[in-house]
C-alpha cells in the first residue's frame, strides 16, 4: 500500500488536549470487524463485550519525563533535549535528540536546573538532532537519575499544543505502568483505572503483561510512498514466560486475547511462533505492521484514534481492515471523536 491512502484531513480541534477527568469516562467506537458494523458506546460498557478467561494484554511500560531544558555554556542559549535511551549508567550516556540541533556541535557543554548543577557535555553526533551526552555526575547512579528527572517534564508529543503542566506526569502514565524506559505512553492503557481492572478481575477477565520502550516513531509522520521502504527505529521490549503462559491458555481455550494498543500488538507479532503462541523475549524489535497483514495472536485489540500517515494508524488498519477501519475514522471524525493519546477509543472485535 502507499502512504496517501492513510492521508485524511484532521482538523487540529478533534486532537485531545486533556483526557477525559476520570481516566475511564471517554467514549468508544466499537468495529465488528466481520460486518463493518460500528456502534458507539462509552468506554465502561467494553465488558460487555468479553467474558470469563478472556485475557487482555498490556504495556507496563513506564514513561520517563523526557523533555530537559538546559543551557549552553558561555551563550546561555536555551536547549531542549529529549532523553531517548541511557547508553551506559556507569559512564552517565544518554542518547538524547537536541533543539535547535544546530548549535549543539560536539565539545560543547550544557547546564541544567537553576542552579546548573547537572551538566553535560556533547561527545558525539548520532543523526542530524541526535546526539550523545556525557553527563557529569559525581553521586550515585541512582541519585543523578532521581536529580535528573525531578527537571523533566511529560513528553507530550508536539502535536498536542499547549503548554505542558506538573499534572501531565500522571496523566500521560499508565495506572498499572512498571518497567521504566518509555519517552512517550503507551496510549491506549491510559484509559484503564484501578476501578476498571477490579472490575475485570470480577469478571473473570486475566491480564497479560508485556514490556515495549515506546520510542519517539510512534507518533512521527511516516515519509516514504512506498511503505515497504519504511523503516521503524529499534524499540526494546520483554515477554516474561508467566504473561506468555497467560496468552497462551487462553489461546488453546478459544478464549479472546485483547491487544491493548499497537505497542502489545507489534511486541506479540515478535514473539509468536505459527501457531499463534507467543514465547519469552528480551531484546529489540523493529516491526512495522501495514495493511495486508496476517496476525496470529490477538483476536481483537483496542486502540486510540491515531493521526493521518502515522504507523499507528497503518497498524490498526491491518487489524481491522482497511476500507472498514477508514469508515471507521470518516465516522469518528462526523461523531466528534477525539484523537491522539488523550483520545477516544475504537475496539475492534469479530
Not at 478467561?53 to 529529549?82: C, H, M, Q
Not at 560536539?106 to 553526533?125: M, P, Q, R, T
Not at 528527572?149 to 512498571?178: H, M, N, S, V, W
Not at 481492572?197 to 508485556?210: G, T, W
Request: charged share 30%; glycine share 6%; aromatic share 12%.
Amino acid at each position: 500500500m502507499k502512504l496517501s491512502e492513510f492521508k485524511f484531513r484532521l482538523p487540529e480541534e478533534k486532537i485531545a488536549l486533556y483526557p477525559a477527568p476520570h481516566r475511564d469516562e471517554g467514549r468508544m467506537m466499537v468495529l465488528h470487524r466481520k460486518t463493518g458494523e460500528i456502534e458507539h458506546k462509552m468506554f465502561k460498557d467494553f465488558l460487555n463485550y468479553f467474558g470469563k478467561d478472556d485475557v487482555f494484554v498490556f504495556n507496563d511500560s513506564k514513561v520517563l519525563p523526557a523533555r530537559l531544558y538546559g543551557s549552553k555554556e558561555k551563550t546561555g542559549a536555551r536547549i531542549e533535549v529529549f532523553l531517548r535511551r541511557e547508553l551506559n549508567a556507569d559512564l552517565r550516556y544518554w542518547d538524547v535528540i537536541v533543539d535547535p540541533a544546530r548549535k549543539i556541535r560536539i565539545g560543547n557543554k550544557l547546564y541544567f536546573g537553576e542552579d546548573g548543577s547537572i551538566v553535560a557535555e556533547v561527545i558525539d553526533n548520532t543523526t542530524s538532532r541526535g546526539r550523545t551526552l556525557r553527563f557529569l555526575y559525581d553521586g550515585s547512579h541512582e541519585e543523578f537519575r532521581q536529580q535528573l528527572f525531578a527537571l523533566g517534564e511529560a513528553p507530550l508529543p508536539r502535536f498536542i499544543k499547549r503548554e505542558t503542566e506538573p499534572e501531565d506526569l500522571e496523566r500521560f502514565q499508565c495506572y498499572f505502568a512498571k518497567n521504566e524506559g518509555a519517552v512517550t505512553a503507551p496510549a491506549t492503557g491510559l484509559h484503564f483505572s484501578r476501578e476498571m481492572l477490579k472490575r475485570m478481575e470480577i469478571n473473570d477477565i486475566h491480564s497479560a503483561f508485556i514490556t515495549l520502550h515506546c520510542g519517539l516513531s510512534n507518533f512521527r509522520k511516516t515519509d516514504v510512498e512506498d511503505l515497504t521502504k519504511h523503516k521503524m527505529d529499534s524499540e526494546e521490549m520483554a515477554i516474561e514466560k508467566e504473561n506468555c503462559d497467560i496468552v497462551n491458555r487462553a489461546k488453546d481455550m478459544g478464549k479472546q486475547v485483547v491487544a491493548i494498543g499497537t505497542t502489545v500488538q507489534r511486541a506479540m507479532e515478535t514473539a509468536c511462533d505459527t501457531l499463534g503462541h507467543i514465547k519469552p523475549y528480551e531484546g529489540w524489535t523493529n516491526k512495522f505492521i501495514f495493511p495486508p497483514y496476517d496476525f496470529h495472536v490477538a483476536t481483537s485489540m483496542m486502540s486510540n484514534f491515531q493521526l493521518p500517515e502515522s504507523a499507528l494508524y497503518m497498524l490498526t488498519a491491518a487489524f481491522g481492515g482497511f476500507e472498514k477501519t477508514k469508515k471507521a475514522y470518516h465516522v469518528a471524525l462526523k461523531e466528534n471523536y477525539r484523537f491522539g493519546p488523550f483520545g477516544d477509543v475504537l475496539l475492534i472485535i469479530d
